[in-house]
């Protein structure tokens, strides 16, 4: 096994530099500029071995990418422009030099396509492999899942179910790559920040992650399954993983969004609280299940 040196520089080579850090990897903290005139948004996730993959599934440039990918994915639903992250290694013994280089490839390259910098990190042993992503983005007005209104459209940007759908045996080479490589919707996010009231990522299932939204917006919704951008219904509802974009949009600003962002209207917010589904107009029962709890 490399020691921790070894492995930090092995780590950090495919990395470039980035725009407006101050104080980049090496010391105890970093230091960035952000621009004038933004807010700094805040995210951290983590990838944790048998929790959200398996090496039997994905190779390292994949857990690399997928890694920077859910967090980027968090900034997206703020509206956020991604700029600088942190990255905490866990790793057990038996690491490779290898292994830990292809965790880095994939990240770095997914940390290119968005101009997203790394800034600093922390290595150390555990029983499996972890990696625990903070990434910081700017936006001069986050979206939050606060402040959806009754009559706000519901609206789908992205996919959903095809990551769950990547898990079963004979998953077509698109669902296995949603399920692998998710691509975050960074770019329709800063657009639909302009026109949403509220947003969060489906990371957790379509219905859980509504949930989430209407608690912190003090809303109901009323959703058309039959509209929802999916080809298995199940999955969609409840499958997770998607990192797919749900908005609540004013009436009036609808239209302009549809011409910015490629999305689809899936219901609207309601008074009261809860969701009701319906599927070709008919009511349709919420499945026991509705998404995943880290927890249970």
Same mark, same amino acid.
């Given at each position: 096994?490399?020691?921790?040196?070894?492995?930090?520089?092995?780590?950090?080579? %495919?990395?470039?530099?980035?725009? *407006?850090?101050?104080?980049?990897?090496?010391?105890?903290?970093?230091?960035?500029?952000?621009? =004038?005139?933004?807010?700094?948004?805040?995210?951290?996730?983590?990838?944790?071995?048998?929790?959200?993959?398996?090496?039997?599934?994905?190779?390292?440039?994949?857990?690399?990418?997928?890694?920077?990918?859910?967090?980027?994915?968090?900034?997206? @639903?703020?509206?956020? &422009?991604?700029?600088?992250?942190?990255?905490?290694?866990?790793?057990?013994?038996?690491?490779?030099?290898?292994?830990?280089?292809?965790?880095? *490839?994939?990240?770095? /390259?997914?940390? #290119?396509?968005? &101009?997203?910098?790394?800034?600093?990190?922390?290595?150390?042993?555990? $029983?499996?492999? $972890?990696?625990?992503?903070?990434?910081?983005?700017?936006?001069?007005?986050?979206? $939050? =899942?606060?402040?959806? #209104? %009754?009559?706000?459209?519901?609206?789908?940007?992205? &996919?959903?179910?095809?990551?769950?759908?990547?898990?079963?045996?004979?998953?077509?080479?698109?669902?296995?790559?949603?399920? *692998?490589?998710?691509?975050?919707?960074?770019?329709?996010?800063?657009?639909?920040?302009?026109?949403?009231?509220?947003?969060?990522?489906?990371?957790?299932?379509?219905?859980?992650?509504?949930?989430?939204?209407? *608690?912190?917006?003090?809303?109901?919704? /009323?959703?058309?399954?039959?509209?929802?951008?999916? =080809?298995?219904?199940?999955?969609?509802?409840?499958?997770?993983?998607?990192?797919?974009?749900?908005?609540?949009?004013?009436?009036?600003?609808?239209?302009?969004? /549809?011409? @910015?962002?490629?999305?689809?209207?899936?219901? &609207?917010?309601? =008074?009261?609280?809860?969701? /009701?589904?319906?599927?070709?107009?008919?009511?349709?029962?919420? %499945?026991?299940?509705?998404?995943?709890?880290?927890?249970?």
């Amino acid at each position: 096994m490399p020691s921790e040196l070894e492995l930090i520089e092995a780590f950090l080579a %495919p990395f470039p530099g980035g725009e *407006r850090v101050v104080i980049g990897p090496g010391s105890d903290c970093a230091a960035v500029r952000p621009a =004038r005139g933004m807010k700094l948004v805040v995210t951290t996730d983590a990838v944790v071995e048998r929790v959200h993959f398996s090496w039997l599934r994905f190779t390292p440039e994949d857990v690399g990418w997928k890694s920077l990918a859910v967090n980027l994915s968090d900034l997206a @639903a703020a509206g956020a &422009r991604p700029r600088w992250f942190l990255c905490a290694l866990a790793v057990p013994r038996g690491t490779t030099l290898r292994q830990a280089s292809g965790v880095a *490839r994939g990240m770095a /390259q997914l940390a #290119r396509r968005h &101009r997203c910098a790394l800034i600093g990190g922390n290595v150390t042993a555990a $029983s499996a492999w $972890s990696v625990t992503i903070t990434a910081l983005g700017e936006a001069a007005r986050p979206l $939050s =899942r606060a402040g959806a #209104r %009754p009559g706000d459209a519901l609206v789908v940007v992205g &996919r959903l179910g095809e990551a769950a759908a990547g898990l079963r045996p004979g998953a077509s080479a698109a669902e296995s790559k949603a399920q *692998r490589r998710p691509e975050p919707l960074v770019r329709e996010g800063m657009k639909a920040n302009a026109f949403a009231s509220a947003a969060v990522d489906v990371s957790d299932g379509f219905l859980r992650d509504l949930g989430h939204l209407l *608690r912190e917006s003090r809303c109901g919704a /009323q959703v058309e399954c039959s509209l929802l951008p999916a =080809r298995d219904l199940d999955l969609a509802l409840s499958g997770g993983e998607d990192y797919a974009l749900l908005l609540s949009v004013p009436r009036r600003k609808l239209a302009a969004l /549809q011409r @910015a962002v490629r999305c689809i209207e899936v219901g &609207r917010i309601v =008074r009261g609280s809860g969701i /009701q589904l319906t599927e070709h107009g008919r009511p349709r029962p919420l %499945p026991r299940v509705t998404g995943f709890d880290h927890l249970k």
